[in-house]
């Protein structure tokens, strides 16, 4: 089997020593493509480090909405030259996240409005986080306006946790619905009759690495290997196999993040 993974953190310190020997295991595992989401500007500079190291991995740059509030002007201009750097595929992840507040609200819609924009500036797709903020969200990213690139797309809906009817509205405007472990879990019926409804083409796999362990790992830290279950649920539920839901997703990858 042959895996794309659309978004992990392997510049986490969770990932200590044995982060060669994770990222070899995932290799091993049929894991072909590893996009590494920046969160803020440093874990978006380790990142560009991380693709620089393994040619089956790639880089995005961005600040998290949690991170937010380190933002200013200065710093942003960091952040706009690190675009330039080889194998930088997208800006993000960006967006907003009312769950947790961790940066006051306003302040996320200014520095995820300037990202859109910056993502936009540079025609590269976005990778937008939504937490409990979901009319929000959508209302910056449609008046962001992005290009879907002929086609390739505008950006993903990371670790999609909205209803149906808005994952249809995404992907009116060319974007792509990132599922990850959540899928496996017990009470994920929501997201399961987003799975079953939305056409396989609109769909990329991801754990979120470290974080959201799919079932039976539950807890643990997460990492790439573990995208063979979160395929396995999207097959169950939409009546295909494992090798074409892994088939059809990775060239979605593939398409999205224009990687030849
Ligand atoms: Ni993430």
Redesign the pocket.
């Known amino acids: 089997m042959r895996y794309f993974e659309s978004?992990a953190?392997y510049d986490d310190g969770r990932f200590g020593k044995d982060l060669p020997s994770v990222i070899n295991a995932c290799k091993e595992a049929g894991v072909e493509y590893i996009i590494n989401?920046g969160?803020d500007l440093s874990s978006s500079k380790k990142g560009i480090k991380l693709a620089a190291q393994y040619d089956f991995i790639y880089a995005t740059i961005g600040v998290h909405p949690h991170s937010a509030k380190t933002l200013s002007e200065d710093s942003f201009c960091d952040l706009e030259n690190l675009v330039k750097s080889p194998k930088v595929v997208a800006i993000g992840?960006i967006g907003l996240d009312f769950h947790y507040d961790h940066s006051p609200r306003d302040i996320q819609k200014k520095w995820f409005i300037r990202q859109m924009e910056l993502a936009k500036a540079c025609n590269l797709p976005a990778i937008i986080?939504s937490r409990e903020a979901s009319e929000e969200t959508f209302n910056i990213v449609k008046n962001a306006n992005l290009s879907d690139r002929e086609g390739l797309g505008a950006g993903v809906v990371?670790?999609y946790s909205g209803s149906y009817e808005m994952a249809v509205k995404y992907a009116e405007l060319g974007y792509f619905i990132g599922i990850a472990g959540p899928v496996t879990y017990k009470n994920a019926k929501k997201l399961v009759e987003t799975v079953k409804k939305i056409p396989i083409e609109r769909i990329l796999i991801e754990t979120?690495c470290p974080?959201l362990s799919p079932e039976p790992f539950r807890g643990k830290r997460n990492d790439s290997q573990n995208l063979k279950y979160i395929c396995e649920k999207i097959s169950e539920i939409k009546q295909i196999t494992v090798e074409k839901t892994a088939e059809i997703t990775l060239e979605n990858g593939k398409k999205l993040f224009d990687i030849k």
Request: glycine share 0%.
């Open positions: 978004h953190h989401a969160a992840e986080h990371h670790c979120d974080y």
